[in-house]
């Protein structure tokens, strides 16, 4: 009997809170009638899993089985989900299926593996290389967790050996390691040694036994282990702790015995040491990580493990509560991040959706054209022109695409090499922004994930040895070209799965990928024989030598070597690009953001009607994003440094005059002035973009300081993450503080800000309302219904004043019209205007949910400082006005693009008819199909039309 199908849920517009310790799912039930009000028809939560205690962001879950017990465990995550049905509201959650919290010890399945290593019961968990080239490693797990060399932490007695609670550990500061049981019998002996003479029979058979057992359980490394003898091992462990803690309960002498013993082993170094070299893991100098890693981790941060989350046993484990909260109807949807990091993201897709029809108890065939069973986006960065794939089982992207098309519609292209001139002869900067990638994603290579690409490297020796025609290329050729191949890849990553499939164009992009790293060898005087980078094509293709037996042996391996090749590529261009080269080419800023490339000087009308026409058709349930917890600056902050486009000589002659004196402010260090000139152009924008609209000034140094530290640690250029360099830091830190501290600097500073705020503003105002009626899922990060001049994590996490915002929108609810919109308008700086936009926007949405959720595109043409376009369903229709680079229109002449500003231009309409546009109550007969554009915009400066 076939299941019935039930109506899958699919949100018409979202909104994303931001959970921690101090925003719990009560506090978070608490905003829920605000945000039903203001209209949206989900709730997006960021990951409710348990994490790492005191995570504020919780993408370092340390168990997918559970809800995190710090914002309210599985009982308050019910009530939130109850409350939320109540006003009619869905919930989605974020996911995170690539990797683990590992730090501190609250990883259970992590410390599961340290204490018995590959026979632990979740070893197949982790992405662990146990035959790594070097030896040391073999069977064992790298831990860099010391703050210096190991000899030296040894020596300083910084490690001891300590028994409390029932069980044995290395103690390392507060970090608690968990010994192997094999280990344990070791200590046990010495325990034996320190009893008395005439300590009864029974207790020293006892303490034999244990530690015989202990002995005898089979190495962690033994290849005949089942998953019944791991099972079985763990159970033992079990007995035999529990036995060990009667024993100890009962006898003194024992007790007395243990405490001497740990105190003879901690003061022997070389005894200690011995003891330590017998556990699963290998304790190593946090630094020694990159080179020698052989966990898979998240990016470079060793307390994030990979997940092998192509094994069926770890999908299903850690899908197990997720997918009973989607039976309970709990949950409506799921927000995946990072599924670049997964094996085969294509089939994870599937597995996820075929787990949700089964929890929904509905009939799903991945090949026909039946409904996704559950509403699913994707963290994906799409490269400008990049597709996402067709067969995916998603709706869409979580919004980055659609972030980086809309923000560079705010860019006056025709200004770019005005800018690009500016910003070389303030930094000496010259070159591309692709010149900037390709060294960011060498360095990355070299610096923080060589690990990797050593592991990758030797693998691809190993294949190497398998055919006559390619067994002579040396490590270092292989090594070498696998890191050019890298840093030119086009993309952040391809498709191929494990059976050969591949995506289309997956080929042409490895193509090109090995043709530009050929030029760039040729360029570099062509160390490496070009038949290197065709070997390396061969394998990435799986354009395998031979047929038969063999031929299939080889495709196989080929197949292994490309599907890890693709893991690799995702985080060396997200390193690279996002954390790298974004802070090294800062051109214009706004345009250095997730999603986006900074080589692209905006984004052309046209370009923009084309994506989104083919979103509409293609992903209509797509997320759109605004700003998120991962964007470099909130959208306000971009919408204003975007206006510095429009006038670069305003912009030039500001920089020139204030060049000089902060040459007195700066510093002269070994290595070039303090701040460079790169980070004093980046701080001169973001105080621009930044400068608080409300001229509340009180935590603005302590925001921009701790802005450029990350800022100049990310380049890499000056000081890093990995060795900062405390006199340049410090120096950024004064030259903030002195910078601002100057009256002549802040006086231009805010005249700057003066002259750009409206017209900012204006960019700001235009891009939420296209973001709210575009083809697509709008969602709006927390409090980005107000102004959000937010700047890199964690700043864009503080607290939201929602009761603030609750009487903001009463006010909205009593009296909208015409008149407060104009009033609200002449106030903008404390937000409301653009809380009036997005409440009457997502009113909208929800009055008309077939015309913006099914809806068609149409754009419209009214010449370049107008976006606008139509959503059209039976006989509805929407038509969106958002003015642009208002700035250049008004010639600075007035504040915002009213009325006769638009002088004769016409607003093409699909059809003639009566409108209202929803912002202000205006109501418009159009006669023809067009309506003079002074007369829509002449009392308000966008205008949402619909049709009545």
């Known amino acids: 009997m076939t299941a019935p199908q039930?109506?899958?849920?699919?949100?018409?517009?979202?909104?994303?809170?931001?959970?921690?310790?101090?925003?719990?799912f009560a506090d978070a039930r608490k905003v829920l009638p605000y945000l039903a009000r203001l209209g949206v028809s989900d709730v997006y939560l960021s990951p409710i899993w348990a994490s790492t205690p005191g995570s504020t962001h919780g993408y370092d879950v340390t168990d997918h089985s559970k809800i995190n017990p710090e914002l309210g465990d599985l009982a308050g995550l019910h009530k939130f989900s109850a409350r939320a049905t109540e006003l009619g509201l869905g919930v989605i959650v974020d996911f995170v299926p690539n990797h683990m919290g590992i730090q501190g010890g609250h990883n259970p399945y992590w410390e599961d593996v340290l204490m018995h290593g590959q026979a632990s019961r979740y070893a197949h968990f982790f992405d662990i290389s146990w035959q790594p080239l070097k030896r040391a490693l073999e069977g064992k797990v790298l831990l860099p967790v010391l703050g210096d060399q190991y000899g030296r932490v040894l020596e300083n007695g910084e490690l001891a050996l300590e028994y409390a609670g029932g069980r044995f550990f290395v103690r390392y500061w507060e970090r608690q390691l968990p010994m192997s049981p094999r280990s344990i019998g070791l200590v046990l002996d010495a325990v034996r040694a320190q009893l008395p003479r005439a300590v009864s029979e029974g207790v020293l058979a006892e303490l034999s036994s244990l530690s015989r057992s202990m002995e005898s359980l089979p190495r962690s490394f033994s290849s005949a282990l089942t998953d019944g003898d791991r099972v079985g091992r763990a159970q033992e462990l079990e007995v035999m702790t529990r036995r060990l803690r009667t024993l100890l309960d009962a006898s003194a002498e024992t007790r007395e015995a243990m405490a001497a013993a740990l105190a003879a082993i901690n003061a022997d170094t070389a005894h200690?040491?011995?003891?330590?070299?017998?556990?699963?893991?290998?304790?190593?100098?946090?630094?020694?990580?990159?080179?020698?890693?052989?966990?898979?981790?998240?990016?470079?941060?060793n307390d994030l493990a990979a997940l092998r989350m192509e094994d069926p046993r770890v999908f299903a484990w850690a899908h197990t509560t997720l997918f009973e909260l989607i039976r309970?109807?709990?949950?409506?949807?799921v927000r995946l991040d990072h599924t670049d990091g997964l094996y085969d993201p294509a089939g994870y897709f599937q597995a996820l959706q075929a787990g949700a029809a089964k929890a929904l108890?509905?009939?799903?065939?991945?090949?026909?054209?039946?409904?996704?069973?559950?509403?699913?986006?994707?963290?994906?960065?799409?490269?400008?022109?990049?597709?996402?794939?067709?067969?995916?089982?998603?709706?869409?992207?979580?919004?980055?695409?659609?972030?980086?098309?809309?923000?560079?519609?705010?860019?006056?292209?025709?200004?770019?090499?005005?800018?690009?001139?500016?910003?070389?002869?303030?930094?000496?900067?010259?070159?591309?922004?692709?010149?900037?990638?390709?060294?960011?994603?060498?360095?990355?290579?070299?610096?923080?994930?060589?690990?990797?690409?050593?592991?990758?490297?030797?693998?691809?020796?190993?294949?190497?040895?398998?055919?006559?025609?390619?067994?002579?290329?040396?490590?270092?050729?292989?090594?070498?070209?696998?890191?050019?191949?890298?840093?030119?890849?086009?993309?952040?990553?391809?498709?191929?799965?494990?059976?050969?499939?591949?995506?289309?164009?997956?080929?042409?992009?490895?193509?090109?990928?090995?043709?530009?790293?050929?030029?760039?060898?040729?360029?570099?005087?062509?160390?490496?024989?070009?038949?290197?980078?065709?070997?390396?094509?061969?394998?990435?293709?799986?354009?395998?030598?031979?047929?038969g037996e063999q031929g299939e042996a080889t495709r196989e391996a080929y197949t292994e070597f490309a599907l890890k090749f693709q893991q690799l590529t995702g985080p060396v261009t997200a390193k690279g690009a996002e954390d790298t080269a974004f802070y090294r080419y800062a051109r214009l800023l706004s345009l250095n953001e997730v999603g986006g490339d900074p080589a692209h000087f905006g984004t052309r009308l046209a370009d923009f009607h084309k994506v989104a026409g083919e979103r509409s058709r293609r992903w209509p349930h797509a997320m759109l994003s605004g700003s998120t917890h991962d964007t470099k600056r909130g959208e306000d902050t971009r919408a204003?440094?975007?206006?510095?486009?429009?006038?670069?000589?305003?912009?030039?002659?500001?920089?020139?005059?204030?060049?000089?004196?902060?040459?007195?402010?700066?510093?002269?260090?070994?290595?070039?002035?303090?701040?460079?000139?790169?980070?004093?152009?980046?701080?001169?924008?973001?105080?621009?973009?930044?400068y608080p609209l409300d001229s509340k000034l009180d935590d603005f140094p302590d925001r921009l300081s701790a802005y450029i530290l990350k800022a100049s640690r990310e380049a890499k250029l000056r000081t890093s993450w990995a060795a900062p360099d405390e006199e340049y830091e410090g120096a950024l830190d004064t030259f903030v503080r002195e910078l601002l501290a100057n009256v002549g600097f802040a006086n231009a500073l805010r005249d700057l800000h003066?002259?750009?705020?409206?017209?900012?503003?204006?960019n700001g105002l235009s891009a939420t309302l296209a973001r709210l009626t575009a083809p697509g899922v709008p969602d709006t990060y927390q409090g980005s219904e107000g102004w959000n001049q937010s700047l890199v994590d964690p700043d864009n996490r503080r607290p939201v004043d929602y009761p603030a915002l609750t009487r903001r929108l009463t006010r909205l609810e009593k009296g909208a019209g015409l008149s407060l919109a104009q009033k609200l308008l002449g106030n903008y700086e404390d937000g409301g205007i653009k809380t009036l936009v997005a409440w009457a926007a997502l009113q909208t949405r929800d009055a008309h949910p077939e015309l913006f959720q099914e809806g068609s595109y149409r754009s419209i043409s009214a010449g370049r400082h107008l976006l606008a376009f139509a959503r059209e369903h039976g006989d509805e229709?929407?038509?969106?006005?958002?003015?642009?680079?208002?700035?250049?229109?008004?010639?600075?002449?007035?504040?915002?693009?009213?009325?006769?500003?638009?002088?004769?231009?016409?607003?093409?309409?699909?059809?003639?008819?009566?409108?209202?546009?929803?912002?202000?109550?205006?109501?418009?007969?159009?006669?023809g199909g067009k309506i003079p554009v002074a007369k829509v915009l002449e009392e308000f400066p966008l205008a949402l039309l619909v049709k009545r």
């Open 640 to 690: 204003r440094i975007s206006v510095l486009s429009e006038i670069p000589q305003a912009w030039g002659a500001f920089v020139r005059r204030w060049a000089g004196p902060i040459l007195e402010l700066s510093q002269e260090q070994e290595l070039g002035l303090a701040p460079s000139p790169l980070d004093a152009y980046t701080l001169l924008q973001t105080m621009l973009g930044a």
């Open 328 to 333: 309970g109807g709990v949950i409506h949807g």
């Open 361 to 547: 108890g509905v009939d799903w065939d991945p090949e026909g054209d039946s409904p996704l069973p559950l509403y699913v986006v994707a963290e994906k960065i799409l490269e400008p022109g990049e597709k996402l794939p067709n067969d995916w089982a998603v709706d869409g992207t979580t919004g980055y695409d659609f972030l980086a098309e809309l923000n560079g519609v705010f860019v006056d292209s025709t200004n770019e090499d005005e800018i690009s001139a500016i910003y070389r002869r303030f930094t000496g900067d010259r070159r591309s922004y692709g010149e900037h990638l390709y060294r960011g994603k060498q360095l990355i290579q070299r610096v923080s994930l060589p690990g990797e690409v050593n592991v990758l490297t030797e693998s691809l020796e190993r294949l190497g040895e398998m055919d006559l025609r390619s067994r002579d290329f040396t490590l270092s050729a292989l090594r070498n070209a696998v890191r050019e191949v890298i840093a030119t890849f086009p993309v952040y990553r391809t498709y191929i799965r494990a059976d050969g499939s591949r995506e289309q164009g997956d080929n042409a992009k490895i193509a090109k990928a090995v043709r530009d790293a050929k030029s760039q060898n040729r360029r570099e005087g062509g160390p490496l024989d070009p038949s290197v980078f065709d070997y390396l094509e061969s394998v990435l293709t799986v354009n395998v030598p031979g047929e």
């Open 272 to 301: 200690l040491d011995t003891l330590i070299s017998e556990q699963n893991y290998r304790l190593a100098f946090w630094k020694v990580a990159a080179e020698e890693i052989n966990y898979r981790r998240f990016f470079d941060i």
């Open 754 to 762: 003066i002259l750009v705020s409206p017209y900012g503003a204006q």
């Open 877 to 927: 229709l929407a038509v969106t006005v958002a003015p642009r680079l208002t700035l250049t229109l008004t010639r600075q002449a007035v504040p915002w693009a009213l009325g006769e500003t638009w002088g004769n231009r016409q607003l093409p309409l699909p059809s003639s008819g009566t409108f209202e546009n929803v912002l202000t109550g205006e109501r418009f007969k159009v006669r």
């Open 6 to 24: 039930a109506t899958p849920h699919t949100p018409s517009s979202t909104y994303r809170l931001q959970l921690n310790a101090d925003f719990t």
